[in-house]
């Protein structure tokens, strides 16, 4: 049987930076303080798994996100490697049965988040531990000018006064020069191993399509391409939408976004793993673990929030070593809208006293009290009740949640679910006989689908809002037919828990953190500015413009990008354009964007070439909107 170590090393040895990682092994078990970038697929968690499980003790993963350290201990459990993820779940009792465990039971992994990491209870309890390695992962979040800072990351330094002999490592996927002198002033790392892979992938080409139809030239990339894929939208409604617009023209895709049950979640997983559904459309939740060699192309059909996540999300195709595409589709409207949608829905500090004050109001909390229950919460509701922006509001919150203040556990995974436990016919039947029970109902069929099959998460309030009652009216008629035998319900009263860190102060506790709530803001306005900055630059190779972003400088474009492509075009004349044109006008009748996907030229080239057609009367246009020869 193999070995915990030796299952790890089976990764290991077909990862294509392994040259790599055998350097920063070799650091850290020479028990040198380490900072590693490495972009993504680079086999960042190896670097301190093997390790760890080499050197004798405990090694301590500081990660930002229960989501990333749920999977990272599942994957290590899979393995049959001992690891505990110390979530805000955990009773006090059973946190202090999981020190035991990593005391005394050979337990190696101790994942937590930094904010947990906070409690004097917790610091004292990894003092008794016998600690090898701490690795800090997501380290950029030490930052303010990463994409994703977090100010309890600046507390992580205290782990070098509670286990002054352990080895740190801090690993991130996407970080500038200004980053990472960040990360080691701030772990106050003496002279660290710097190990900084190049974000160069020359398998992969880079390409911004400038298009109006996004959706129809979306088919014909992918009709192209007919292989695996990531779809990423910027939102959770438009993750369904788009994979039911696929299912529609024939394309067989899952859809994946935070929202989802643990249940869903997998089955959309294991769906794109396997190619039963080879297009993944997906929130950017989807992309921790990911580690699928033949994904073909990433495309991004909303504006990427910032070029770390982008370089992130686009890391994820051609991982196999094969030539694969990284897509923008965008327009000018859609990036005005992003623009737009953007400022407005940024919690600056006036509106996050004003939610922070009706949390408080919300929950009933007393002036110096903070309270150590976990609140139910739904935000739907919470946002209802005062008349708030849902993803403003949101915003607010996640505001409160890094600056230290409130934690937002959206990982609490019970919600209300129900099934259909009586045939079709006899559905129709009871509503003809009960017509007061028919609205709900039919509300139910046509919201949910396959209620007949398995169970269903529903969202009670949805359903009221939708026609127009109260929350609990919902709730009453479900139980109703629950207990008349036509649905099975369990009802869950929460889909969140709510924690209060910090006692209320009122406007003090939202004044101490204003400058950094509105540099923050200001931080990711210019991200986002960067962004749409890249996908106007039609001028500058793609390639050069990520690197350059990432402080790397390439003399020679790459040659495959669209702008790349594009200026090799420029050199071919418009009457070669036009040749190919008639060539595939030959053969059958085509709109416009067909003929753009079919020929290797921009699609202002085309469109040019089609006009100068158009008015030598050499091609038409039919009533189905296609072009055809006229000779």
């Given at each position: 049987?193999?070995?915990?170590?030796?299952?790890?090393?089976?990764?290991?040895?077909?990862?294509?930076?392994?040259?790599?990682?055998?350097?920063?092994?070799?650091?850290?078990?020479?028990?040198?303080?380490?900072?590693?970038?490495?972009?993504?697929?680079?086999?960042?968690?190896?670097?301190?798994?093997?390790?760890?499980?080499?050197?004798?003790?405990?090694?301590?993963?500081?990660?930002?996100?229960?989501?990333?350290?749920?999977?990272?201990?599942?994957?290590?459990?899979?393995?049959?490697?001992?690891?505990?993820?110390?979530?805000?779940?955990?009773?006090?009792?059973?946190?202090?049965?999981?020190?035991?465990?990593?005391?005394?039971?050979?337990?190696?992994?101790?994942?937590?988040?930094p904010e947990k990491l906070q409690s004097s209870f917790i610091q004292e309890k990894i003092k008794q531990l016998n600690v090898s390695l701490i690795a800090i992962d997501e380290a950029h979040c030490i930052s303010e000018w990463g994409h994703d800072f977090r100010p309890s990351y600046l507390?992580?330094?205290?782990?070098?006064?509670?286990?002054?002999?352990?080895?740190?490592?801090?690993?991130?996927?996407?970080?500038?020069?200004?980053?990472?002198?960040?990360?080691?002033?701030?772990?106050?790392?003496?002279?660290?191993?710097?190990?900084?892979?190049?974000?160069?992938?020359?398998?992969?080409?880079?390409?911004?399509?400038?298009?109006?139809?996004?959706?129809?030239?979306?088919?014909?990339?992918?009709?192209?391409?007919?292989?695996?894929?990531?779809?990423?939208?910027?939102?959770?409604?438009?993750?369904?939408?788009?994979?039911?617009?696929?299912?529609?023209?024939?394309?067989?895709?899952?859809?994946?976004?935070?929202?989802?049950?643990?249940?869903?979640?997998?089955?959309?997983?294991?769906?794109?793993?396997?190619?039963?559904?080879?297009?993944?459309?997906?929130?950017?939740?989807?992309?921790?673990?990911?580690?699928?060699?033949?994904?073909?192309?990433?495309?991004?059909?909303?504006?990427?929030?910032?070029?770390?996540?982008?370089?992130?999300?686009?890391?994820?195709?051609?991982?196999?070593?094969?030539?694969?595409?990284?897509?923008?589709?965008?327009?000018?409207?859609?990036?005005?809208?992003?623009?737009?949608?953007?400022?407005?829905?940024?919690?600056?500090?006036?509106?996050?006293?004003?939610?922070?004050?009706?949390?408080?109001?919300?929950?009933?909390?007393?002036?110096?009290?903070?309270?150590?229950?976990?609140?139910?919460?739904?935000?739907?509701?919470?946002?209802?009740?005062?008349?708030?922006?849902?993803?403003?509001?949101?915003?607010?919150?996640?505001?409160?949640?890094?600056?230290?203040?409130?934690?937002?556990?959206?990982?609490?995974?019970?919600?209300?679910?129900?099934?259909?436990?009586?045939?079709?016919?006899?559905?129709?039947?009871?509503?003809?006989?009960?017509?007061?029970?028919?609205?709900?109902?039919?509300?139910?069929?046509?919201?949910?689908?396959?209620?007949?099959?398995?169970?269903?998460?529903?969202?009670?309030?949805?359903?009221?809002?939708?026609?127009?009652?109260?929350?609990?009216?919902?709730?009453?008629?479900?139980?109703?037919?629950?207990?008349?035998?036509?649905?099975?319900?369990?009802?869950?009263?929460?889909?969140?828990?709510?924690?209060?860190?910090?006692?209320?102060?009122?406007?003090?506790?939202?004044?101490?953190?204003?400058?950094?709530?509105?540099?923050?803001?200001?931080?990711?306005?210019?991200?986002?500015?960067?962004?749409?900055?890249?996908?106007?630059?039609?001028?500058?190779?793609?390639?050069?413009?990520?690197?350059?972003?990432?402080?790397?400088?390439?003399?020679?474009?790459?040659?495959?990008?669209?702008?790349?492509?594009?200026?090799?075009?420029?050199?071919?004349?418009?009457?070669?354009?036009?040749?190919?044109?008639?060539?595939?006008?030959?053969?059958k009748q085509l709109r416009s964007q067909d003929i753009v996907s079919q020929l290797n030229y921009s699609e202002t080239e085309v469109l040019n070439s089609l006009k100068i057609l158009l008015?030598?009367?050499?091609?038409?246009?039919?009533?189905?909107?296609?072009?055809?020869?006229?000779?």
């Amino acid at each position: 049987m193999n070995t915990p170590l030796e299952i790890l090393k089976k990764y290991w040895n077909h990862n294509h930076f392994r040259e790599t990682q055998e350097e920063i092994i070799s650091s850290v078990l020479n028990k040198e303080h380490t900072i590693v970038l490495l972009p993504t697929g680079g086999g960042k968690s190896l670097c301190y798994q093997i390790p760890s499980l080499i050197l004798d003790g405990v090694c301590i993963v500081i990660s930002p996100l229960i989501a990333l350290i749920n999977d990272q201990v599942n994957s290590l459990k899979e393995k049959n490697i001992k690891a505990i993820a110390l979530t805000s779940q955990l009773t006090e009792d059973e946190t202090i049965i999981a020190f035991d465990n990593l005391q005394f039971g050979n337990f190696k992994f101790l994942y937590l988040s930094p904010e947990k990491l906070q409690s004097s209870f917790i610091q004292e309890k990894i003092k008794q531990l016998n600690v090898s390695l701490i690795a800090i992962d997501e380290a950029h979040c030490i930052s303010e000018w990463g994409h994703d800072f977090r100010p309890s990351y600046l507390q992580l330094k205290i782990l070098k006064d509670l286990q002054p002999n352990a080895t740190f490592i801090a690993l991130t996927a996407t970080a500038t020069q200004r980053v990472l002198e960040d990360i080691q002033h701030h772990l106050e790392l003496d002279k660290p191993r710097i190990y900084k892979q190049s974000f160069q992938r020359n398998n992969l080409s880079y390409r911004v399509i400038n298009t109006e139809d996004i959706y129809g030239r979306l088919l014909q990339i992918l009709h192209k391409i007919n292989a695996s894929v990531i779809v990423y939208t910027n939102n959770r409604k438009q993750t369904k939408e788009v994979a039911k617009f696929l299912h529609k023209n024939n394309f067989k895709s899952s859809f994946y976004h935070g929202g989802l049950s643990t249940i869903e979640k997998t089955n959309a997983y294991n769906k794109w793993m396997n190619d039963e559904t080879p297009i993944m459309v997906a929130t950017n939740a989807f992309g921790m673990g990911i580690d699928k060699p033949n994904v073909r192309a990433v495309i991004h059909i909303n504006t990427p929030d910032s070029i770390e996540n982008y370089i992130q999300e686009a890391g994820r195709a051609g991982r196999d070593g094969k030539v694969s595409h990284s897509i923008i589709l965008s327009n000018n409207s859609a990036l005005f809208e992003t623009e737009n949608r953007f400022t407005s829905n940024l919690a600056d500090t006036k509106f996050a006293k004003k939610v922070y004050n009706h949390l408080n109001q919300f929950y009933s909390i007393s002036l110096g009290e903070i309270p150590n229950e976990k609140f139910g919460f739904s935000l739907q509701e919470f946002c209802a009740t005062y008349n708030l922006n849902l993803l403003k509001t949101y915003n607010a919150i996640k505001i409160l949640e890094r600056e230290g203040i409130i934690l937002l556990d959206e990982n609490y995974t019970k919600k209300s679910s129900l099934k259909f436990i009586v045939s079709n016919a006899y559905i129709f039947n009871y509503i003809e006989n009960k017509p007061s029970k028919s609205i709900l109902i039919k509300l139910i069929l046509r919201s949910y689908g396959g209620i007949f099959d398995h169970y269903t998460i529903i969202n009670e309030y949805s359903l009221a809002k939708k026609l127009n009652i109260r929350k609990n009216e919902i709730i009453n008629q479900l139980t109703n037919l629950h207990n008349n035998g036509i649905i099975d319900y369990k009802h869950e009263n929460t889909t969140s828990k709510l924690y209060f860190l910090v006692p209320r102060e009122d406007d003090y506790t939202i004044n101490r953190i204003s400058k950094d709530i509105e540099k923050q803001n200001n931080l990711k306005y210019d991200k986002l500015r960067s962004v749409i900055t890249y996908i106007k630059n039609n001028d500058t190779c793609r390639n050069t413009q990520l690197l350059y972003y990432f402080d790397e400088f390439i003399s020679k474009p790459c040659g495959k990008c669209d702008v790349c492509l594009d200026k090799k075009s420029k050199k071919t004349s418009p009457k070669n354009i036009s040749e190919k044109i008639i060539q595939l006008l030959k053969e059958k009748q085509l709109r416009s964007q067909d003929i753009v996907s079919q020929l290797n030229y921009s699609e202002t080239e085309v469109l040019n070439s089609l006009k100068i057609l158009l008015e030598k009367n050499k091609i038409a246009i039919t009533s189905q909107n296609k072009f055809k020869l006229n000779f």
